[in-house]
Antibody
């Protein structure tokens, strides 16, 4: 069974940093592109970042470029999101999602982890 | 960047109704369009991809159509478990990015 379990969320002050983790199991993690998607409270979904199977390609939404870094450790079946210079508008539930091979769609999602940026 | 719009943003319906949600892309995206269902406090669930291909395990009352810039999601006979928010998502610009529509909330009349 495919499982994605996020952790690392919490309350952080504006300008602070946080590192999210996503533990993957039930599939060959190193074979898939992975993504982070976020959802601000009461708002819609926003794609945040993508990373290729070997980590050689990474893409970001404009609003996080230069502040967030997506990475992965295939030996540990883990995906990460390092978030620096956090702003109030980064407050959201952050989901990790597996990009399918048949089509670049999100077939599996984690349960999400809440990041709150507030003083 | 490709922008996605959905209409309506919300509406009320009754069990048994046939409902249609529209999604429009700011430029042609061929059939690179997916639909997701999300219930409160839960992660989204994939319903349809490639504009009209039903994800495995999704009931056949869900269907999708369209290509280019205009797409629709239809629920042929609304069930109680279908009251949720629905999002379209383009993946034409993958891997450089994805864009979701703003969502359509379907609630009980």
């Amino acid at each position: 069974e495919v499982q994605l379990v996020e952790s690392g969320g919490g309350l952080v002050q504006p300008g602070g940093s946080l590192r999210l983790s996503c533990a993957a199991s039930g599939f060959t993690f190193s074979s898939y592109w992975m993504s982070w998607v976020r959802q601000a409270p009461g708002k819609g979904l926003e794609w945040v970042a993508n990373i290729k199977q070997d980590g050689s390609e990474k893409y970001y939404v404009d609003s996080v470029k230069g502040r967030f870094t997506i990475s992965r450790d295939n030996a540990k079946n883990s995906l990460y999101l390092q978030m620096n210079s956090l702003r109030a508008e980064d407050t959201a539930v952050y989901y990790c999602a597996r990009v399918a091979t048949i089509s670049p769609i999100f077939g599996y999602w984690g349960q999400g982890t809440l990041v709150t940026v507030s003083s | 960047a490709i922008r996605m719009t959905q209409s309506p943003s919300s509406f009320s319906a009754s069990t048994g109704d046939r409902v249609t949600i529209t999604c429009r892309a700011s430029q042609g995206i061929s059939s690179y369009l997916a639909w997701y269902q999300q219930k409160p406090g839960k992660a989204p669930k994939l319903l349809i991809y490639a504009a009209s291909t039903l994800q495995s395990g999704v009931p056949s009352r869900f269907s999708g159509s369209g290509s280019g810039t205009d797409f629709t999601l239809t629920i042929s006979c609304l069930q109680s478990e279908d009251f949720a928010t629905y999002y379209c998502q383009q993946y034409y610009s993958y891997p450089w990015g994805f864009t979701f529509g703003p969502g359509t909330k379907v609630d009980i009349k």
